[in-house]
């Protein structure tokens, strides 16, 4: 396949047919970030299993928390993605460069501040959620250490955006596949072999995060320019930086307030017990599964159309995102089916408890069975961002999966105290924030494609 230098691993979004390309972007994508869940996922799972209800809620209560604190710096990343795509569709190669070392340089920033961060924030934070005293120490306990690995993890994801700017997904796929293993085999070893708690599976993921940044540095050390990494250039250029902060901060602020809110949701979770929290973590990991292959197509729809819309073909920018809802309605669409149909089987990787177990079935069926409707408003939002239009879908967002939910669970959920019935706030907000985001696109595209 050529390419725009000529290298296998990079994609031409310029020319030619559009639906292999965005699969063979999106694809290797949808297994990396589902790789990367499995940090997490092995750590439910092997808490659960050999550390008790109390280690595993302990480690699922956190994600939420993790989310909220991450997710801004995350979204920077985006609009570092959508940058260098753009300046590569214009060839402005020298841009490209000074791009790349803005991005690296404020994955380093970003790392640190989250390290520090979360030493200070973990215990107000976790207590305001109304985490349960026979959890809350062993919840403290697994998010400070985690968070000493937020650099490794800020390099990890802001490498990545840099190769997928230029269609490269296949390359960080490669480094979660190595890092998963050392994070499942040291999970076993410090859980069973030393008889640790939460705390070694958080050092597991600490180091299996540090391997993973290493192997992205590697490769973009190796790289040829324009993306290529020179650490004797690394600066923060002040233009780049205010191109990536207004596309990466609506990103990152969309991203804190669905963890806001599903904050809120977790506290009202809380009030079940740690049976009811653990069995929800444990099927959050599905969640999480068929979120990750719906944001492979987000990212797709960002990159293509983002490097479309710097060589003014508008026409494919157009053709990008159809083809992305598509193939990710279609994607995402299997595999909510596949869990639902075999969620007796999928929850017992996480739990032997039937307790847990039972409340881990009841939000599969309630929440996964409708995952697929988050590809209409995700990956919409994503053309638009594509476009340079950020604030737009992040305000819609911010309203479908924040202040609608905050109504769910503060007005609607005190007269209704059921956990199957809390947990329709998904679907329902789903389905509205897609209805707006398509409005919005429409609206926007005649402005912007004239």
């Not at 999106?26 to 499995?38: G, R």
């Not at 404020?106 to 934070?125: D, E, I, W």
Request: hydrophobic share 50%; glycine share 8%.
């Amino acid at each position: 396949m050529k390419t725009l230098n000529g290298r296998s691993n990079q994609i031409d979004m310029l020319h030619g047919p559009l639906l292999g390309k965005i699969l063979l972007f999106a694809l290797p994508l949808a297994a990396s970030s589902i790789l990367q869940q499995l940090f997490n996922s092995a750590d439910v799972a092997v808490a659960g299993r050999f550390a008790g209800n109390q280690a595993q809620a302990a480690v699922g209560v956190n994600g939420p928390v993790v989310g909220l604190l991450v997710n801004l710096f995350v979204g920077l990343s985006v609009g570092g993605n959508v940058v260098i795509a753009n300046f590569v569709g214009q060839r402005k190669d020298h841009e490209v460069q000074q791009a790349v070392h803005t991005v690296l340089a404020l994955a380093l920033v970003s790392g640190f501040f989250l390290l520090a961060l979360g030493q200070v924030v973990a215990r107000p934070l976790l207590s305001v959620m109304g985490t349960p005293e026979d959890t809350l120490d062993l919840a403290i306990v697994y998010l400070r250490i985690y968070f000493l690995g937020m650099p490794f993890v800020m390099v990890y994801n802001f490498g990545s955006a840099i190769l997928r700017s230029v269609g490269d997904t296949r390359r960080p796929l490669y480094c979660l596949m190595i890092s998963g293993v050392i994070n499942v085999i040291l999970n076993l070893v410090f859980v069973i072999v030393f008889h640790r708690s939460a705390d070694g599976v958080a050092i597991a993921t600490v180091i299996s995060n540090a391997v993973s940044s290493a192997l992205v540095i590697f490769f973009l050390l190796r790289e040829d320019d324009p993306i290529r990494f020179e650490p004797k250039k690394l600066h923060i250029y002040g233009g780049v930086l205010k191109r990536v902060v207004r596309i990466g901060v609506p990103a990152g602020l969309q991203g804190v307030v669905f963890s806001v809110s599903n904050i809120c949701i977790q506290s009202a979770i809380n009030s079940f017990g740690s049976a009811a929290m653990a069995g929800s973590a444990a099927a959050q990991n599905f969640e999480s599964f068929t979120f990750f292959v719906t944001n492979s197509f987000n990212q797709a729809a960002v990159t293509f159309v983002s490097q479309n819309y710097g060589a003014h073909q508008f026409d494919r920018c157009k053709r990008a995102l159809v083809l992305s809802l598509l193939a990710g309605f279609a994607a995402t669409g299997a595999m909510c089916a596949a869990f639902v149909l075999c969620r007796d089987k999928c929850i017992l990787l996480f739990t032997k408890d039937p307790v847990v177990a039972a409340y881990g079935c009841t939000r599969i069926l309630r929440v996964e069975t409708f995952s697929f409707l988050a590809v209409s408003y995700e990956v919409t939002g994503a053309a638009l961002r594509g476009v340079g239009y950020s604030l737009t879908p992040t305000i819609i967002t911010v309203f479908g999966s924040c202040v609608l939910r905050l109504v769910w669970v503060y007005i609607l959920f005190p007269n209704v105290t059921d956990f199957a019935r809390l947990l329709t706030v998904y679907p329902v907000t789903w389905l509205l924030t897609g209805a707006m985001m398509f409005c919005a696109y429409f609206i926007i595209r005649r402005k912007v494609f004239r």
